[in-house]
């Protein structure tokens, strides 16, 4: 596994892990994605960054040939 890729899933975990705990403890209106709703209604360019964020990292790239 690469660096990056360690890296992107050990923040997915972490988000995962603390959005669960905050559920659990304070409800579904302190979640991350009751903020990312909230805040797109105040200023839809942090839901566009998210979500072009999201496209970037997990969306389909064309396979690089590795040469041996």
Do not use: W
Request: with cysteine.
């Amino acid at each position: 596994m690469t660096r990056t890729a360690l890296v992107v899933t050990t923040c997915v975990i972490a988000l995962g892990i603390y959005d669960l705990t905050v559920v659990a403890i304070g409800g579904v209106d302190e979640s991350i994605s009751r903020f990312l709703q909230n805040s797109a209604f105040g200023s839809p360019l942090i839901s566009f960054t998210f979500g072009f964020i999201c496209g970037h990292l997990f969306g389909y790239m064309k396979p690089k040939r590795l040469s041996r």
